[in-house]
């Protein structure tokens, strides 16, 4: 894992992805009393950062994989990112979706003509039901997260905000499966010589916060939060980056990351879902530690379901 692998990884994928913009808001600036450069992977082809990590995993794989084909498991962002990258590089893309997955999301695998295998929302539901497909089909697995090319693919979006942005003092990321996260602290870590990584996590899934404490990788009993993107927990490839990289997890009560949403949608008039408006909750959280620092926050997509709103 070095700063070259990065830079290899961006010029792969470059074809096949958006180059987002910054946007600012002086409003949300003086609510959370720093300057906030917010990364708009909203705006990302299939409308989130996963299309990186995606786009790399696939366009690494040999010729014979990709004739066999890909599988993964994922609550929607991941599904749609494997699904359009696998349409563009003609490659069959079945994808495992736990049935409670937002409907929005089930809509745009369809759209990019990926095959949905529907389980119920276990974890280790997901997991059998894709190594089934995987035994079947020959296909090769792709993790949502917890996979070297997927990180790098992720960390992409940092590298792109810090060659624009070189003054930041911190980059603020949402944490569910660890590999924004992790991407985001390789990117930090390589292209800046100050800028620390914090990540935003809802109290309701808080297994990457348990993990940091704990030193070995924890899971949720239950994730009933409405940041549906990261009921998910670490991997084995990211935590050991996460250990060694982030600086610490913040984390957000339910209410924070509606109200975080709702700020986002009406000052600076964009989409954002709720899981990727959890960073910016927890920076308004503990502020104080922040004042008149220069923050980035990666805003991780806009996928939502607009007749499910978590406001009115």
């Not at 609510?31 to 705006?43: D, H, L, T």
């Not at 014979?64 to 498991?73: P, S």
């Amino acid at each position: 894992m070095n700063k070259e692998t990065l830079i290899a990884t961006h010029e792969r994928i470059k074809p096949f992805i958006h180059k987002t913009p910054v946007l600012t808001s002086e409003l949300l600036d003086e609510i959370a009393g720093c300057q906030v450069f917010f990364k708009c992977e909203n705006f990302q082809k299939m409308g989130a950062f996963k299309m990186r990590g995606a786009a790399n995993a696939i366009l690494s794989l040999s010729d014979e994989e990709r004739e066999r084909g890909v599988v993964t498991h994922s609550s929607g962002n991941f599904a749609q990112a494997v699904s359009l990258a696998s349409k563009k590089l003609g490659v069959n893309a079945y994808i495992v979706m736990p049935e409670n997955a937002p409907q929005v999301k089930k809509d745009g695998v369809k759209t990019y003509e990926g095959t949905i295998i529907e389980c119920p929302s276990t974890i280790q539901h997901r997991e059998a039901t894709a190594k089934k497909i995987q035994e079947e089909k020959g296909a090769t697995f792709l993790h949502p997260s917890n996979q070297d090319e997927v990180i790098f693919g992720q960390g992409t979006a940092a590298m792109e905000l810090l060659e624009e942005y070189p003054d930041l003092d911190y980059i603020f990321t949402p944490v569910g499966g660890g590999g924004l996260l992790a991407g985001t602290a390789l990117a930090a870590h390589f292209f800046s010589k100050k800028c620390k990584v914090i990540a935003g996590e809802p109290f309701e899934a808080d297994d990457a916060y348990r993990s940091l404490q704990s030193g070995k990788i924890e899971t949720n009993e239950t994730s009933e939060t409405v940041a549906d993107g990261l009921r998910t927990h670490l991997g084995d490839r990211n935590f050991p980056i996460i250990q060694k990289y982030v600086g610490k997890i913040i984390r957000v009560e339910e209410g924070e990351i509606i109200n975080a949403m709702k700020l986002i949608w009406e000052r600076m008039k964009i989409i954002v879902e709720p899981s990727c408006a959890v960073p910016f909750a927890a920076l308004q959280r503990d502020k104080e530690d922040y004042r008149n620092k220069n923050i980035g926050i990666i805003l991780s997509g806009g996928n939502v379901d607009l007749s499910n709103l978590p406001f009115n």
